[in-house]
């Protein structure tokens, strides 16, 4: 049924582009792409015609649950088979698509007609080959008559049917005959052959594929038959091989096809040997990927078989293919030859032989023949040419001492010697010895090249006088002439050794200065002599060319003399040859633009070619409009497999299994098994799969921006690059649509296997198909409440961390290190990688703890990190064989160097002819590139067969070009390795970072050191600081080597000290590679990309201060320092800063990335200020100056990097140096000032535990300042806020001081200012405005300002002026709320925050207050000069004298009020009579004041209701008149009592007792001393005096008093404690006296307490991967408030060195014993092993021994045992 499926899907689309390229002509516009997308998608469901294919009526849910059913059953079969099912249903578009892509188009009737050819001629080759038992010759035999009677009878009524008389003919005959007929047919269409050209035709060989003409004829081949006797059946194997070398002619992918059989073709036969050579021919990958038994094989028939010209063609192809030389191939060859010795390399190097060479070049026959001795040996001498091509040192030294010097020049100079000898020897001595990678002194200091360049000008003068009669010429030798002489000729002198040598220069300008000028001579005019003959193809004369640039340019280098005429001609050649180039390329040019224009003469191959071209843009649109909607197929698959229960109903038992991990735990196990029954591609399924469970939020709108910049990174021409910033523009709108698509698809998948659920519900966190970033619900957990359902299948509630756990405990890891150990494919190790890259990602702890609880319990460890280390010596091996470098772009620019400075003036007047300059190389590029256009062009209209073949595979020459330094699976698979080896280090964890260093098993691979040798392999591994590492490292690798120094980082931060010392004293040259990264510039790699080589010096940056991070030794540092010169480390630090400020400059600033210049240089500053503690001369260069150039550099950097001193966990103290992160410079003055001076002191003394807990509110402020910045009009409010507060204060003493000298305001507006006195307030405006212009001075404005005021005074009004200066402090107070709150940020701390904050209210009260007084009452704004408290502290002070010990104040208060009451009481008891106290009455009028009177005051409106409380108590209803109340004052006393009542007592002892001087007795009635109550009266004062006024009141002064004078007490202590104690240490001034370090430099430099922050900070704002030992160390005690890591009494300068050299001597001993300890555990372990061994050996002797006779004594004591 699922069959079905796929095909009636295949068979819609045909008829969709069927319906398409018959609707759409060849000559149409643009296709609907949009409407073939409905269409197509049409095909799954989405219209009327296709509804959705349904299996159970419940949408497809019952299916699933059936398929997760089958896959937690213990059957493995029936398991593979569901997986299988289940991965297919959720793959249809991704199926459909790809089979899709293998439609072959029948456009043309002859394609027609080829196919029904080709289908009836394999039926029948299939049938043949299937019956080929019966009539298969196989010699006499009894059967064999009888068979064939039944043959003929068959063939007879074959004939009788046709009804044509034939001559009778035998079945075995018959099918000779139709075999050999099918076989031609079908070799004439893979190939097309004229009188000079064989062409491929890719079209036909593509269609003989995709019928599979390959197999039947495989097939055929392994038939067997009599090889001795049946010759009609070798004509048809003859043939059969033949089709074959046809079908993979040119063609990539049928040569991958026919790989496959390569077993088939191992043969010592010579037609297997011609069809090897077709499948590997031209084919890079095959070659590389070659076996060694391939290699030995074809050796091993040549020892065998005999010496067979084609067993060598073989291994000539497989050492170059593509024009690119492969080295491991080189040096597997050169070693079996070596080994296979004379029967293989046969070199007639001896007399006798030598004459023996001589007769066979003499002889006609040998010439001719094939296999003739003669061509074997120019073949085998052709074959170690080419494997020494590409500068390989390995081969060139073998075949130094196979083919010496000597022996070439006596062959080539003999006068017998054939050109094709002579091409095969000179070739080999190009390479060999001249183009050679090491230097070949022999070359250069003996006479044996001359002797060659004798001799080539008398080759060069037969090949010039051979002109006239050009078909008696010999192509041969002009071959020789023009290719291999021109060739050897030009490497030879533009060697780079012989400019790298001086003695060799010296040396060789003498040899041709003295002796063989001559030669020399004629050489240059006999190479333009053979320029000038008519018979030269293009590429013939361009090496001519470059062969007479080179001669001349020597000739002139070493001041040769030259004859006059001939250095003439050589001029006037080199200009005519350039104007030629410039004619030539804008003929070109002219071509490439005017081809696209030019109507094509064949017709139908126009048609033919737009017809693929449709059916190509189809097929490429319908991938990309379907790529998000596989995408979201994949992602529901994923979250089947990852939440399977969601499918089962509640309450059921595949549910409750599932949940309990059932389903992945089996998922899990059975890919172990899958893997053992050979399933890998299922396998890899499974694997790509729960890789993906733990991806993170990446949807399909990401990966196409990823796929668009890949294509993008390819260079386009000028043309192209307006379309392509089009397509940018486009590309955004293009993302949306396809993230709406792929929702959509998703969405509807959901619903219809898990019902209707949100689109929240699905998980957000792993596959979603957003592109924008994390929603809520993939970081936070869900609420409680909502539908089941979509609570649990959220899968964005799990972070990554709990899916990873999750999948770890159902044995995720477990598989991995199986897969790891047992895996025989690369793509399934490669996989497993990837799972176990994703299962550790973000350093999950609780996954590095299962990886080596596995390892080290069962015993694993040493067959897992076996395989690791075996890949990697692999990989190492596989860059020494096929890494090349070009030293001659080394040499020619040291050539360029050496010219310019040497050659005079006058001689540099000739260089623009020569040299080509940046416009000039432009200029050919785009020339070449046109070429290419118009030759592709011609090509496409003159045979488009061969055009459209290319999209089968077959690369382009740029894609070629672009895969030079593309790197082997070998290598690139190191990749992930050294990523994984990463990951199982991250966060530090110890155990696994000695663990890659030593398992403690028999036999110990140390990766380490083997990460370390892979680095100084893949970096060129001879190089060090030599300067070569631009030539090793490219794009293609230098990702590759980023790892591996991250991975290297890794392995020793923490620190673990074993690592660091594994790597600084390990025997390679890593140290010195890595040293060499950061001085060194890496070019070319740095013209094109400098942020890939930023990106390299900033981890090897990294990985230097990992090798020395926290050591209290000097030994690795000075390991670093040896090959290191410190004004080659600075100069890179200001190289890298000037570069960073020329990126800011234009606009590019790239300071918030990791690998920003300035970032990276900052980087290798600390790395330079952490050796200059070994190094004193580094120590002062980093000290700026500030007169040498570069030094704001150093101050840059200075000013942006920090120490601090920590304490471990075993109380040694650390320093550490780090960069102050950018969000620390948001910091303002204020809130430095404000800690600096409020931080408290805990009961140790110290503020640290203060100070630490207000960095967070400190770190929130950086954030909020560095917000700020953003809002420039909000920003520069903020960072004035003292001023507008200065101002606000300032208008409020100048409104109360108006107010208080001319309140009322009435006088002062009917006064006129006077001529003199208005002229002058004028003058003195205008002076003080022209001072403030011309000096912006603070007093200057103060007078403007106080000018300008007077002048509004006596200009408008006093009123009017100070509502202007009330509304102007409004505004300026408004700015100054909008400051603060700016400065704070008080909004973003929510509504309580801003409550609760005191100092927002009181500016929001004071804001109110100034309103009040602008619209209420003048009066007002005297409130506004309590803001003088606010901003003094001493005023503050006052107060707080009274508030702080504000309680015991009060509770006095309290007592003397009791007192009062008490007295009070007795008062009213005893001396009521005496409380008789003098009053003045107010006379009538003040008592009822006239209300309409205009003058009535604000005191009068308030106190008017109150005037009769004033009286003595009675009634106020009845108004007294006046006149009465007048004569009764006069005549009655003024006096009243005040003690009637009780509560009047109270009143009367409160207010005039405690007011009086002695007390109440001062205001009562003076007794007499007869009164009987004279004695109690008196002790009643003196009581009261005593009591309250003396002791209660200045109890209550005394407090104030005390609490001021400690308030400044502590003021001054608290300013003593700032001035001689550190903030952090807590260590006194006096206890750096007479030491190295002050007291000022300490609290500067060492313990800053503003460096404590900014590390406080840098742990915050950086990602915990990214931790340094030190800073992991801080990040946990942080995260538990522990403050331990800070020093408290110490310092590390106050540690005398001999107490240091003390704690270090007696730590290294203590790590000796340590190692020796261990050492003596391994050696007893392993004497007890040996022990056991020898036991068991005696024990089995002697049972030896009583089995049988004793053995017989040796007599020869040498002999062994």
Same mark, same amino acid.
């Given at each position: 049924?699922?069959?079905?499926?796929?095909?009636?899907?295949?068979?819609?689309?045909?008829?969709?582009?069927?319906?398409?390229?018959?609707?759409?002509?060849?000559?149409?516009?643009?296709?609907?792409?949009?409407?073939?997308?409905?269409?197509?998608?049409?095909?799954?469901?989405?219209?009327?015609?296709?509804?959705?294919?349904?299996?159970?009526?419940?949408?497809?849910?019952?299916?699933?649950?059936?398929?997760?059913?089958?896959?937690?059953?213990?059957?493995?079969?029936?398991?593979?088979?569901?997986?299988?099912?289940?991965?297919?249903?959720?793959?249809?578009?991704?199926?459909?698509?790809?089979?899709?892509?293998?439609?072959?188009?029948?456009?043309?009737?002859?394609?027609? &007609?080829?196919?029904?050819?080709?289908?009836?001629?394999?039926?029948?080759?299939?049938?043949?080959?299937?019956?080929?038992?019966?009539?298969?010759?196989?010699?006499?035999?009894?059967?064999?008559?009888?068979?064939?009677?039944?043959?003929?009878?068959?063939?007879?009524?074959?004939?009788?049917?046709?009804?044509?008389?034939?001559?009778?003919?035998?079945?075995?005959?018959?099918?000779?005959?139709?075999?050999?007929?099918?076989?031609?047919?079908?070799?004439?269409?893979?190939?097309?052959?004229?009188?000079?050209?064989?062409?491929?035709?890719?079209?036909?060989?593509?269609?003989?594929?995709?019928?599979?003409?390959?197999?039947?004829?495989?097939?055929?081949?392994?038939?067997?038959?009599?090889?001795?006797?049946?010759?009609?059946?070798?004509?048809?194997?003859?043939?059969?091989?033949?089709?074959?070398?046809?079908?993979?002619?040119?063609?990539?992918?049928?040569?991958?096809?026919?790989?496959?059989?390569?077993?088939?073709?191992?043969?010592?036969?010579?037609?297997?040997?011609?069809?090897?050579?077709?499948?590997?021919?031209?084919?890079?990958?095959?070659?590389?990927?070659?076996?060694?038994?391939?290699?030995?094989?074809?050796?091993?028939?040549?020892?065998?078989?005999?010496?067979?010209?084609?067993?060598?063609?073989?291994?000539?192809?497989?050492?170059?293919?593509?024009?690119?030389?492969?080295?491991?191939?080189?040096?597997?060859?050169?070693?079996?030859?070596?080994?296979?010795?004379?029967?293989?390399?046969?070199?007639?190097?001896?007399?006798?032989?030598?004459?023996?060479?001589?007769?066979?070049?003499?002889?006609?026959?040998?010439?001719?023949?094939?296999?003739?001795?003669?061509?074997?040996?120019?073949?085998?001498?052709?074959?170690?040419?080419?494997?020494?091509?590409?500068?390989?040192?390995?081969?060139?030294?073998?075949?130094?001492?196979?083919?010496?010097?000597?022996?070439?020049?006596?062959?080539?100079?003999?006068?017998?010697?054939?050109?094709?000898?002579?091409?095969?020897?000179?070739?080999?001595?190009?390479?060999?010895?001249?183009?050679?990678?090491?230097?070949?002194?022999?070359?250069?200091?003996?006479?044996?090249?001359?002797?060659?360049?004798?001799?080539?000008?008398?080759?060069?003068?037969?090949? +010039?006088?051979?002109?006239?009669?050009?078909?008696?010429?010999? *192509?041969?030798?002009?071959?020789?002439?023009?290719?291999?002489?021109?060739?050897?000729?030009?490497?030879?002198?533009?060697?780079?050794?012989?400019?790298?040598?001086?003695?060799?220069?010296?040396?060789?300008?003498?040899?041709?200065?003295?002796?063989?000028?001559?030669?020399?001579?004629?050489?240059?005019?006999?190479?333009?002599?053979?320029?000038?003959?008519?018979?030269?193809?293009?590429?013939?004369?361009?090496?001519?060319? *470059? +062969?007479?640039?080179?001669?001349?340019?020597?000739?002139?280098?070493?001041?040769?003399?030259?004859?006059?005429?001939?250095?003439?001609?050589?001029?006037?050649?080199? #200009?005519?040859?350039?104007?030629?180039?410039?004619?030539?390329?804008?003929?070109?040019?002219?071509?490439?633009?005017?081809?696209?224009?030019?109507?094509?003469?064949?017709?139908?191959?126009?048609?033919?070619?737009?017809?693929?071209?449709?059916?190509?843009?189809?097929?490429?649109?319908?991938?990309?409009?379907?790529?998000?909607?596989?995408?979201?197929?994949?992602?529901?698959?994923?979250?089947?497999?990852?939440?399977?229960?969601?499918?089962?109903?509640?309450?059921? &038992?595949?549910?409750?299994?599932?949940?309990?991990?059932?389903?992945?735990?089996?998922?899990?196990?059975?890919?172990?098994?899958?893997?053992?029954?050979?399933?890998?591609?299922?396998?890899?399924?499974?694997?790509?799969?729960?890789?993906?469970?733990?991806?993170?939020?990446?949807?399909?709108?990401?990966?196409?921006?990823?796929?668009?910049?890949?294509?993008?990174?390819?260079?386009?021409?000028?043309?192209?690059?307006?379309?392509?910033?089009?397509? &940018?523009?486009?590309?955004?709108?293009?993302?949306?649509?396809?993230?709406?698509?792929?929702?959509?698809?998703?969405?509807?998948?959901?619903?219809?296997?898990?019902?209707?659920?949100?689109?929240?519900?699905?998980?957000?966190?792993?596959?979603?198909?957003?592109?924008?970033?994390?929603?809520?619900?993939?970081?936070?957990?869900?609420?409680?409440?909502?539908?089941?359902?979509?609570?649990?299948?959220?899968?964005?509630?799990?972070?990554?961390?709990?899916?990873?756990?999750?999948?770890?405990?159902?044995?995720?890891?477990?598989?991995?290190?199986?897969?790891?150990?047992?895996?025989?494919?690369?793509?399934?190790?490669?996989?497993?990688?990837?799972?176990?890259?994703?299962?550790?990602?973000?350093?999950?702890?609780?996954?590095?703890?299962?990886?080596?609880?596995?390892?080290?319990?069962?015993?694993?460890?040493?067959?897992?990190?076996?395989?690791?280390?075996?890949?990697?010596?692999?990989?190492?091996? $596989?860059?020494?064989?096929?890494?090349?470098?070009?030293?001659?772009?080394?040499?020619?620019?040291?050539?360029?160097?050496?010219?310019?400075?040497?050659?005079?003036?006058?001689?540099?007047?000739? $260089?623009?002819?020569?040299?080509?300059?940046?416009?000039?190389?432009?200029?050919?590029?785009?020339?070449?590139?046109?070429?290419?256009?118009?030759?592709?062009?011609?090509?496409?209209?003159?045979?488009?067969?061969?055009?459209?073949?290319?999209?089968?595979?077959?690369?382009?020459?740029?894609?070629?070009?672009?895969?030079?330094?593309?790197?082997?699976?070998?290598?690139?698979?190191?990749?992930?390795?050294?990523?994984?080896?990463?990951?199982?280090?991250?966060?530090?964890?110890?155990?696994?970072?000695?663990?890659?260093?030593?398992?403690?098993?028999?036999?110990?691979?140390?990766?380490?050191?083997?990460?370390?040798?892979?680095?100084?392999?893949?970096?060129?591994?001879?190089?060090?600081?030599?300067?070569?590492?631009?030539?090793?490292?490219?794009?293609?690798?230098?990702?590759?080597?980023?790892?591996?120094?991250?991975?290297?980082?890794?392995?020793?931060?923490?620190?673990?000290?074993?690592?660091?010392?594994?790597?600084?004293?390990?025997?390679?040259?890593?140290?010195?590679?890595?040293?060499?990264?950061?001085?060194?510039?890496?070019?070319?790699?740095?013209?094109?990309?400098?942020?890939?080589?930023?990106?390299?010096?900033?981890?090897?940056?990294?990985?230097?201060?990992?090798?020395?991070?926290?050591?209290?030794?000097?030994?690795?540092?000075?390991?670093?320092?040896?090959?290191?010169?410190?004004?080659?480390?600075?100069?890179?630090?200001?190289?890298?800063?000037?570069?960073?400020?020329?990126?800011?400059?234009?606009?590019?600033?790239?300071?918030?990335?990791?690998?920003?210049?300035?970032?990276?240089?900052?980087?290798?500053?600390?790395?330079?200020?952490?050796?200059?503690?070994?190094?004193? $001369?580094?120590?002062?260069?980093?000290?700026?100056?500030?007169?040498?150039?570069?030094?704001?550099?150093?101050?840059?950097?200075?000013?942006?990097?920090?120490?601090?001193?920590?304490?471990?966990?075993?109380?040694?103290?650390?320093?550490?140096?780090?960069?102050?992160?950018?969000?620390?410079?948001?910091?303002?003055?204020?809130?430095?000032?404000?800690?600096?001076?409020?931080?408290?002191?805990?009961?140790?003394?110290?503020?640290?535990?203060?100070?630490?807990?207000?960095?967070?509110?400190?770190?929130?402020?950086?954030?909020?300042?560095?917000?700020?910045?953003?809002?420039?009009?909000?920003?520069?409010?903020?960072?004035?806020?003292?001023?507008?507060?200065?101002?606000?204060?300032?208008?409020?003493?100048?409104?109360? #001081?108006?107010?208080?000298?001319?309140?009322?305001?009435?006088?002062?507006?009917?006064?006129?200012?006077?001529?003199?006195?208005?002229?002058?307030?004028?003058?003195?405006?205008?002076?003080?405005?022209?001072?403030?212009?011309?000096?912006?001075?603070?007093?200057?404005?103060?007078?403007?300002?106080?000018?300008?005021?007077?002048?509004?005074?006596?200009?408008?009004?006093?009123?009017?002026?100070?509502?202007?200066?009330?509304?102007?402090?409004?505004?300026?107070?408004?700015?100054?709320?909008?400051?603060?709150?700016?400065?704070?940020?008080?909004?973003?701390?929510?509504?309580?925050?801003?409550?609760?904050?005191?100092?927002?209210?009181?500016?929001?009260?004071?804001?109110?207050?100034?309103?009040?007084?602008?619209?209420?009452?003048?009066?007002?704004?005297?409130?506004?000069?309590?803001?003088?408290?606010?901003?003094?502290?001493?005023?503050?002070?006052?107060?707080?004298?009274?508030?702080?010990?504000?309680?015991?104040?009060?509770?006095?208060?309290?007592?003397?009020?009791?007192?009062?009451?008490?007295?009070?009481?007795?008062?009213?008891?005893?001396?009521?009579?005496?409380?008789?106290?003098?009053?003045?009455?107010?006379?009538?009028?003040?008592?009822?004041?006239?209300?309409?009177?205009?003058? $009535?005051?604000?005191?009068?409106?308030?106190?008017?209701? &109150?005037?009769?409380?004033?009286?003595?108590?009675?009634?106020?209803?009845?108004?007294?008149?006046?006149?009465?109340?007048?004569?009764?004052?006069?005549?009655?006393?003024?006096?009243?009592?005040?003690?009637?009542?009780?509560?009047?007592?109270?009143?009367?002892?409160?207010?005039?007792?405690?007011?009086?001087?002695?007390?109440?007795?001062?205001?009562?009635?003076?007794?007499?001393?007869?009164?009987?109550?004279?004695?109690?009266?008196?002790?009643?004062?003196?009581?009261?005096?005593?009591?309250?006024?003396?002791?209660?009141?200045?109890?209550?002064?005394?407090?104030?008093?005390?609490?001021?004078?400690?308030?400044?007490?502590?003021?001054?202590?608290?300013?003593?404690?700032?001035?001689?104690?550190?903030?952090?240490?807590?260590?006194?001034?006096?206890?750096?006296?007479?030491?190295?370090?002050?007291?000022?430099?300490?609290?500067?430099?060492?313990?800053?307490?503003?460096?404590?922050?900014?590390?406080?900070?840098?742990?915050?704002?950086?990602?915990?991967?990214?931790?340094?030992?030190?800073?992991?160390?801080?990040?946990?005690?942080?995260?538990?408030?522990?403050?331990?890591?800070?020093?408290?009494?110490?310092?590390?300068?106050?540690?005398?060195?001999?107490?240091?050299?003390?704690?270090?001597?007696?730590?290294?001993?203590?790590?000796?014993?340590?190692?020796?300890?261990?050492?003596?555990?391994?050696?007893?372990?392993?004497?007890?092993?040996?022990?056991?061994?020898?036991?068991?050996?005696?024990?089995?002797?002697?049972?030896?021994?009583?089995?049988?006779?004793?053995?017989?004594?040796?007599?020869?004591?040498?002999?062994?045992?």
């Amino acid at each position: 049924m699922t069959e079905g499926v796929p095909k009636l899907q295949k068979s819609c689309h045909l008829s969709l582009i069927q319906s398409y390229l018959s609707t759409y002509s060849c000559f149409s516009g643009a296709l609907d792409f949009e409407h073939i997308e409905e269409q197509a998608e049409g095909i799954f469901g989405g219209s009327e015609e296709n509804t959705p294919l349904d299996l159970d009526d419940h949408g497809g849910r019952t299916f699933l649950r059936v398929l997760l059913h089958l896959t937690m059953h213990d059957y493995p079969p029936l398991v593979s088979g569901a997986l299988q099912l289940l991965f297919r249903h959720f793959s249809q578009r991704q199926e459909v698509l790809q089979a899709f892509k293998q439609v072959q188009l029948l456009v043309t009737s002859q394609d027609v &007609d080829n196919y029904k050819q080709i289908k009836q001629d394999l039926d029948q080759l299939r049938s043949i080959v299937e019956k080929s038992e019966l009539w298969v010759y196989k010699g006499q035999s009894p059967d064999e008559t009888m068979d064939g009677a039944q043959g003929e009878n068959e063939h007879k009524k074959k004939e009788e049917g046709h009804g044509k008389p034939q001559k009778y003919e035998s079945t075995s005959s018959y099918n000779y005959r139709v075999m050999k007929e099918i076989l031609l047919r079908l070799s004439k269409l893979c190939v097309q052959e004229s009188i000079s050209v064989r062409k491929n035709r890719k079209q036909q060989q593509r269609l003989l594929r995709n019928m599979g003409a390959h197999t039947v004829v495989l097939e055929l081949l392994q038939i067997p038959y009599e090889k001795a006797e049946d010759t009609r059946m070798q004509e048809i194997m003859k043939l059969a091989h033949e089709f074959l070398q046809n079908f993979c002619a040119g063609n990539q992918q049928n040569q991958a096809l026919l790989h496959k059989h390569i077993n088939l073709f191992l043969n010592p036969g010579i037609l297997e040997a011609v069809t090897m050579q077709h499948i590997f021919m031209n084919n890079f990958q095959l070659c590389s990927e070659i076996n060694e038994r391939v290699v030995q094989h074809f050796v091993h028939c040549i020892e065998t078989h005999g010496r067979n010209v084609q067993y060598i063609k073989f291994l000539q192809t497989i050492v170059k293919a593509e024009g690119k030389f492969i080295k491991k191939c080189q040096d597997m060859v050169m070693a079996e030859l070596v080994n296979a010795g004379e029967d293989v390399l046969v070199f007639y190097n001896d007399r006798a032989s030598f004459q023996t060479l001589v007769q066979m070049m003499r002889s006609e026959r040998d010439r001719m023949d094939e296999n003739s001795p003669l061509m074997y040996h120019i073949h085998l001498v052709e074959l170690l040419a080419v494997c020494t091509e590409g500068k390989n040192v390995y081969t060139e030294i073998k075949c130094n001492s196979l083919l010496p010097l000597d022996d070439i020049v006596r062959v080539v100079t003999h006068e017998d010697c054939i050109p094709e000898v002579k091409i095969a020897y000179i070739n080999f001595l190009n390479h060999c010895y001249v183009d050679t990678e090491v230097e070949m002194k022999e070359i250069y200091t003996s006479n044996h090249m001359w002797k060659l360049f004798e001799n080539f000008l008398v080759d060069i003068c037969r090949a +010039c006088n051979n002109t006239s009669d050009r078909k008696h010429a010999d *192509s041969i030798l002009e071959k020789y002439v023009t290719e291999i002489v021109m060739s050897i000729v030009t490497t030879f002198f533009s060697s780079p050794f012989s400019d790298q040598s001086t003695t060799l220069q010296t040396l060789i300008l003498i040899i041709i200065k003295e002796t063989r000028q001559p030669v020399f001579v004629q050489l240059l005019q006999g190479v333009f002599r053979v320029y000038h003959c008519n018979w030269l193809m293009p590429s013939q004369k361009a090496s001519v060319e *470059s +062969c007479i640039r080179v001669l001349s340019d020597v000739a002139k280098s070493r001041a040769i003399a030259i004859p006059v005429d001939l250095d003439s001609q050589v001029n006037n050649l080199f #200009l005519k040859s350039h104007n030629i180039v410039q004619k030539t390329a804008m003929n070109w040019r002219m071509t490439a633009r005017n081809a696209a224009r030019r109507d094509s003469v064949l017709a139908a191959s126009r048609d033919y070619r737009n017809i693929i071209e449709r059916l190509q843009d189809i097929v490429s649109a319908l991938e990309d409009r379907l790529r998000p909607l596989v995408q979201a197929e994949l992602s529901v698959l994923v979250d089947v497999l990852h939440r399977p229960e969601l499918l089962f109903p509640e309450n059921t &038992d595949a549910r409750r299994k599932c949940e309990s991990g059932g389903f992945i735990c089996k998922l899990i196990k059975h890919t172990k098994q899958l893997l053992e029954e050979n399933e890998e591609k299922l396998c890899i399924k499974v694997l790509q799969t729960l890789r993906e469970m733990m991806t993170k939020d990446r949807g399909y709108g990401e990966k196409l921006i990823t796929i668009e910049l890949d294509n993008a990174e390819l260079p386009q021409p000028p043309e192209l690059e307006s379309s392509v910033e089009e397509l &940018d523009q486009s590309l955004p709108q293009r993302q949306l649509e396809d993230h709406k698509r792929g929702e959509a698809l998703r969405q509807l998948l959901v619903n219809r296997y898990y019902g209707n659920v949100r689109p929240a519900g699905r998980r957000e966190s792993l596959t979603s198909f957003g592109n924008g970033p994390l929603s809520a619900g993939g970081t936070s957990k869900a609420g409680g409440g909502g539908s089941s359902v979509s609570s649990s299948m959220n899968r964005g509630e799990m972070s990554l961390a709990d899916v990873q756990c999750h999948l770890d405990k159902e044995g995720a890891s477990n598989l991995v290190i199986d897969l790891i150990m047992n895996a025989t494919s690369d793509r399934v190790f490669h996989e497993s990688i990837l799972l176990a890259i994703a299962l550790l990602e973000g350093g999950n702890t609780t996954i590095q703890h299962s990886f080596f609880c596995r390892l080290t319990e069962d015993k694993k460890s040493e067959k897992f990190f076996k395989v690791f280390y075996d890949r990697m010596k692999v990989a190492q091996q $596989e860059i020494k064989a096929t890494v090349t470098v070009n030293t001659s772009d080394l040499g020619n620019k040291k050539k360029d160097e050496d010219t310019d400075r040497d050659v005079p003036v006058r001689k540099r007047v000739r $260089e623009p002819m020569t040299q080509i300059t940046e416009e000039v190389r432009d200029q050919l590029l785009e020339a070449s590139t046109a070429t290419r256009k118009a030759y592709n062009t011609y090509r496409r209209e003159a045979d488009p067969d061969d055009h459209f073949s290319t999209g089968d595979g077959a690369q382009s020459a740029a894609d070629k070009n672009r895969d030079e330094l593309e790197m082997s699976a070998v290598i690139t698979i190191m990749q992930p390795i050294l990523r994984f080896l990463q990951l199982l280090c991250e966060n530090h964890n110890r155990d696994l970072q000695n663990f890659l260093r030593c398992q403690n098993n028999k036999t110990n691979y140390n990766l380490v050191c083997e990460t370390l040798q892979f680095l100084d392999c893949i970096c060129g591994s001879t190089t060090g600081g030599l300067g070569l590492l631009g030539l090793y490292i490219n794009e293609k690798n230098v990702a590759l080597i980023n790892q591996t120094l991250e991975s290297l980082t890794e392995y020793c931060q923490g620190p673990c000290h074993e690592n660091q010392n594994c790597i600084a004293t390990h025997e390679s040259n890593g140290i010195d590679i890595i040293t060499a990264l950061i001085l060194n510039d890496i070019n070319p790699l740095g013209k094109k990309r400098m942020d890939l080589v930023l990106e390299l010096k900033n981890n090897a940056s990294k990985l230097l201060l990992a090798i020395m991070e926290s050591r209290h030794d000097s030994e690795n540092a000075e390991r670093i320092l040896y090959n290191m010169r410190p004004k080659e480390l600075v100069e890179v630090i200001k190289k890298a800063y000037m570069q960073g400020e020329v990126e800011f400059e234009d606009g590019e600033n790239g300071e918030d990335l990791a690998a920003s210049p300035r970032n990276v240089g900052h980087n290798i500053y600390i790395l330079a200020h952490q050796l200059a503690r070994h190094n004193k $001369e580094l120590q002062n260069m980093l000290k700026p100056g500030g007169q040498v150039e570069g030094d704001e550099a150093l101050e840059f950097y200075a000013k942006h990097t920090a120490q601090i001193e920590i304490v471990r966990l075993d109380r040694t103290m650390e320093q550490i140096v780090f960069p102050v992160p950018s969000i620390c410079e948001f910091l303002t003055k204020e809130s430095k000032l404000r800690i600096y001076y409020t931080t408290e002191r805990d009961e140790q003394g110290s503020k640290i535990n203060d100070f630490f807990m207000k960095s967070e509110d400190l770190f929130n402020e950086m954030n909020w300042q560095k917000k700020l910045r953003a809002q420039p009009v909000l920003y520069w409010c903020a960072r004035n806020m003292s001023f507008w507060s200065s101002i606000s204060f300032n208008l409020a003493v100048l409104m109360n #001081l108006l107010v208080a000298f001319f309140y009322p305001f009435e006088g002062v507006r009917e006064d006129t200012l006077e001529t003199h006195l208005s002229v002058l307030l004028w003058t003195a405006m205008l002076i003080s405005l022209a001072i403030v212009i011309a000096l912006p001075k603070p007093h200057g404005i103060r007078a403007l300002i106080a000018s300008t005021i007077l002048r509004l005074i006596f200009s408008v009004g006093l009123q009017p002026t100070l509502f202007l200066l009330g509304a102007f402090n409004v505004c300026n107070k408004t700015i100054f709320v909008m400051s603060f709150v700016g400065n704070c940020g008080t909004f973003t701390r929510g509504y309580k925050a801003m409550i609760l904050d005191v100092e927002f209210l009181y500016h929001l009260l004071y804001l109110l207050i100034c309103a009040m007084g602008l619209f209420v009452h003048e009066f007002f704004y005297s409130l506004l000069l309590f803001d003088l408290v606010y901003r003094e502290e001493t005023l503050l002070n006052v107060i707080k004298s009274v508030t702080r010990n504000g309680r015991s104040i009060i509770l006095t208060a309290v007592l003397a009020l009791i007192l009062v009451y008490l007295f009070s009481i007795v008062g009213y008891l005893f001396f009521k009579d005496d409380f008789i106290l003098e009053v003045d009455k107010l006379p009538n009028e003040t008592l009822l004041p006239d209300r309409t009177d205009s003058g $009535e005051t604000m005191t009068g409106e308030f106190l008017y209701s &109150d005037v009769c409380k004033a009286g003595s108590g009675e009634n106020c209803s009845s108004v007294i008149p006046s006149k009465e109340l007048i004569s009764e004052e006069n005549e009655e006393e003024n006096k009243e009592h005040t003690c009637e009542t009780l509560l009047m007592c109270i009143v009367t002892v409160l207010s005039h007792g405690l007011r009086s001087g002695g007390g109440v007795g001062d205001v009562l009635r003076k007794p007499s001393k007869e009164e009987p109550l004279f004695a109690a009266r008196v002790i009643y004062d003196l009581l009261f005096f005593f009591m309250v006024i003396i002791i209660v009141l200045n109890l209550i002064f005394g407090v104030i008093i005390d609490t001021f004078a400690d308030l400044r007490s502590e003021k001054q202590k608290k300013e003593e404690i700032l001035k001689t104690t550190c903030f952090i240490c807590g260590l006194e001034r006096d206890k750096f006296d007479n030491k190295t370090v002050t007291f000022e430099e300490h609290i500067k430099e060492e313990h800053n307490m503003w460096h404590y922050l900014c590390f406080i900070v840098l742990v915050k704002v950086k990602d915990s991967t990214e931790y340094t030992g030190p800073e992991s160390y801080v990040a946990e005690m942080i995260k538990e408030r522990n403050l331990d890591w800070f020093p408290r009494m110490r310092a590390m300068s106050l540690v005398s060195s001999d107490s240091e050299g003390e704690q270090n001597e007696l730590r290294n001993l203590q790590e000796k014993l340590e190692s020796t300890m261990k050492l003596v555990t391994n050696l007893s372990g392993q004497l007890s092993e040996l022990k056991d061994q020898m036991t068991e050996q005696r024990k089995q002797k002697q049972r030896i021994g009583l089995l049988g006779h004793p053995p017989p004594m040796n007599v020869n004591p040498q002999q062994p045992a």
